[in-house]
C-alpha cells in the first residue's frame, strides 16, 4: 500500500511539474503573439503609406505623360 501511495505521488508531482512547465510556454507564446500583432499592425501601416506613395508617382508619371 505504502508504495501505491508513493508511486500516486510521485505522478502528481510530475503532473505539477508538467502543468508549470505548460503555463511557462503558454506566457511565452501569448508574449510571442503580442509582439507578433504589434509588428503586423506596424508593416500594414508602413503598406499603406508605401502604397500611398507608389499612388501619388503614379499620378505624377500620368500627369507628365499627358
Not at 503555463?23 to 503573439?33: A, F, H, M, S, V
Not at 507578433?36 to 500627369?63: D, F, P, T
Request: charged residues 40%; glycine residues 4%.
Amino acid at each position: 500500500m505504502n508504495s501505491t501511495i508513493e508511486k500516486l505521488e510521485q505522478r502528481v508531482s510530475d503532473l505539477i511539474k508538467l502543468t508549470e512547465e505548460i503555463r511557462r510556454e503558454n506566457e511565452t507564446l501569448r508574449g510571442d503573439q503580442r509582439l507578433l500583432r504589434q509588428e503586423y499592425k506596424s508593416l500594414q501601416e508602413k503598406n499603406r503609406i508605401a502604397s500611398g506613395r507608389v499612388e501619388q508617382i503614379v499620378s505624377r508619371l500620368k500627369a507628365l505623360q499627358a
